[in-house]
Nanobody, 123 residues
Framework: QVQLVESGGGLVQAGGSLRLSCAASERTISTYALGWFRQAPGKGREFVAAIRSSGSTYYADLVKGRFTISRDNAKITVYLQMNGLKPEDTAVYSC?????????????????WGQGTQVTVSS
């Protein structure tokens, strides 16, 4: 059973930075695309960023230029560096794994999900 475990969330002031990590339990995940989604209270799950095993990256327009996704296949870990955080970035952030052939913008493409980590940005 594949497990994805996020860490690095917390409380930060507007303009600050956080780095989220997501570690996978199975080495096969190094061949999967990895993505980050977020869900704010009362809202639906929203695509944030994704990275294929080749290293190709994809971002939501709302975070482009502020967030950077990267991965370390040796550690089977994906990272999300978040800079210039805004109060509207407040949400639970979850990582997920999908086959590389999938469309990475939709949550239905992802087979495995982590539990999520809370990110709160104060104004």
């Amino acid at each position: 059973q594949v497990q994805l475990v996020e860490s690095g969330g917390g409380l930060v002031q507007a303009g600050g930075s956080l780095r989220l990590s997501c570690a996978a339990s199975e080495r096969t995940i190094s061949t999967y695309a990895l993505g980050w989604f977020r869900q704010a209270p009362g809202k639906g799950r929203e695509f944030v960023a994704a990275i294929r095993s080749s290293g190709s990256t994809y971002y939501a327009d709302l975070v482009k230029g502020r967030f950077t996704i990267s991965r370390d296949n040796a550690k089977i870990t994906v990272y999300l560096q978040m800079n210039g955080l805004k109060p509207e970035d407040t949400a639970v952030y979850s990582c997920a794994a999908a086959r590389n052939s999938a469309s990475l913008y939709t949550s239905g493409s992802y087979s495995y999900w982590g539990q999520g980590t809370q990110v709160t940005v104060s104004s």
